[in-house]
């Protein structure tokens, strides 16, 4: 039993600041890559960022120069700094990581903190 549980979303003015937070616990023998995700209102679901395990990163074109991604593997979790928060940003993020639990791997998703940009 593998959960993920996002934090940090909420409502913020154009220009400002956000750091989200993915923490991943249950029986977990090894985490690979982890990345975050967003889903704007009649949009398909679109890649960030992500990061190896490696620490290797790579983020969408949109959000380069203004988001950095992170991970600190002794907490299991995975952060999103977000700078220069534009309207465009608004979003449900949602974490992504490729975990290996009882010897099996798969990909497990968490249900999303809401980032909120106004004009």
């Known amino acids: 039993q593998v959960q993920l549980v996002e934090s940090g979303g909420g409502l913020v003015q154009a220009g400002g600041s956000l750091r989200l937070s993915c923490a991943a616990s249950?029986?977990?023998?090894?985490?690979?890559?982890m990345g975050w995700y967003r889903q704007a209102p009649g949009k398909q679901r679109e890649l960030v960022a992500d990061?190896?395990?490696?620490?290797?990163?790579n983020y969408a074109d949109s959000v380069k120069g203004r988001f950095t991604i992170s991970r600190d593997n002794a907490k299991k979790t995975v952060y999103l700094q977000m700078n220069s928060l534009k309207p465009d940003d608004t979003a449900v993020y949602v974490c992504?990581?490729?975990?290996?639990?009882?010897?099996?791997?798969?990909?497990?998703w968490g249900q999303g903190t809401q980032v909120t940009v106004s004009s």
């Open positions: 992504n990581a490729k975990i290996g639990s009882r010897g099996i791997w798969g990909t497990y």
């Open positions: 249950g029986s977990i023998f090894s985490i690979n890559a």
């Open positions: 990061i190896t395990s490696g620490d290797s990163t």
